[in-house]
């Protein structure tokens, strides 16, 4: 069978540390789909809740230190996508708790079709912007 084929059905076989999996379990009980990567510094689980992406990173020891989210238009906060549809057409949009920071990160499609990727402050505030 190829691998490619085999690692889709039978995941990537990473298990993360006990006490991370336990926070995992403590922070997303209803994630389903997990599936798990192991980095030198950290792990990273990519899982579904209702049908959306999630990716969350946690220490060596369990601490969940970000997770991110895929976020359809309908709730991107009003503030923030007023700002991103003056520059262009929403492309992608996603959520990332840092702790008890959240930034939402856009990619965004001008009218020459030139695409770049604006990161903004839970208060609306472009942090960052830059082509792509």
């Given at each position: 069978?190829?691998?490619?084929?085999r690692?889709v059905?039978?995941?990537?076989?990473?298990?993360?540390?006990?006490?991370?999996?336990?926070?995992?379990?403590?922070?997303?009980?209803?994630?389903?789909?997990?599936e798990?990567?192991?980095w030198e510094?950290?792990?990273?689980?990519?899982?579904?809740?209702?049908?959306?992406?999630?990716?969350?990173?946690f220490?060596?020891?369990?601490?969940?230190?970000?997770?991110?989210?895929?976020?359809?238009?309908?709730?991107?906060?009003?503030?923030?996508?007023?700002?991103?549809?003056?520059?262009?057409?929403?492309?992608n949009s996603?959520?990332?708790?840092?702790?008890?920071?959240?930034?939402?990160?856009?990619?965004?499609?001008?009218?020459?079709?030139?695409?770049?990727?604006?990161?903004?402050?839970?208060?609306?505030?472009?942090?960052?912007?830059?082509?792509?």
């Open positions: 069978m190829d691998d490619f084929i690692k059905i039978e995941g990537n076989g990473i298990l993360p540390s006990e006490v991370c999996l336990q926070s995992f379990n403590l922070n997303f009980e209803n994630a389903v789909n997990v798990w990567f192991h510094s950290h792990y990273e689980a990519i899982f579904y809740i209702n049908n959306q992406e999630h990716i969350a990173i220490s060596l020891t369990g601490e969940l230190k970000e997770y991110s989210k895929n976020l359809s238009s309908d709730y991107i906060p009003e503030p923030i996508k007023i700002k991103a549809l003056l520059k262009g057409e929403i492309m996603v959520m990332k708790n840092k702790g008890n920071s959240l930034e939402y990160e856009m990619i965004i499609r001008d009218k020459q079709l030139k695409r770049y990727i604006q990161i903004y402050s839970d208060t609306g505030n472009l942090m960052e912007e830059k082509m792509l």
